[in-house]
C-alpha cells in the first residue's frame, strides 16, 4: 500500500522560509516523477515543483522560481520543498503526489497523494 505522508506545514511570516517533507512508503521515489501541488481556498490544484524519476531533474511553476526548491532524498525515501522567501499569496494545502509520468504538471497523471499539509503566510 503506498503512503505519502507531509509534513512540515505551519504558519510564517513573509519574507520567511519553511521546509516540506514527504515520506513515502510502499513505492521508490527515484522510480517516480515526485513532485508537489498547493490548493488555496476556492482555487483550482495547482503544480508547483517536482523532480523528475531517475535523472532527478527538476521544474518549477514559474512563481516559485528562485524561492522553492525541490530535492530528493533516496535514502531516506523521502523528498522535500524548501521554501524561501514566503508570501502571502503561498497560503496554500500543500500536496505531495508521485506520477510514473516523466513530466506532468496535470493533476490527472498523478497516481498517489498525500493527504496535504497546510502553510499559512502572514503579511
Known amino acids: 500500500q503506498v503512503q505519502l505522508v507531509e509534513s512540515g506545514g505551519g504558519l510564517a511570516q513573509a519574507g520567511g522560509s519553511l521546509r516540506l517533507s514527504c515520506a513515502a512508503s510502499?513505492?521508490?521515489?527515484?522510480?517516480?516523477?515526485m513532485g508537489w501541488f498547493r490548493q488555496a481556498e476556492g482555487k483550482e490544484r495547482e503544480f508547483v515543483a517536482h523532480v523528475t524519476k531517475s535523472a532527478g531533474n527538476t521544474y518549477y511553476l514559474d512563481s516559485v522560481k528562485g524561492r522553492f526548491a525541490i530535492s530528493r532524498d533516496n535514502a531516506k525515501n523521502t523528498v522535500y520543498l524548501q521554501m524561501n522567501d514566503l508570501k502571502p499569496e503561498d497560503t496554500a494545502v500543500y500536496y505531495c503526489a508521485a506520477t510514473l509520468w516523466y513530466i506532468s504538471t496535470n493533476t490527472n497523471n498523478v497516481d498517489y497523494w498525500g493527504k496535504g499539509t497546510l502553510v499559512t503566510v502572514s503579511s
Open positions: 510502499g513505492l521508490t521515489v527515484s522510480s517516480y516523477t
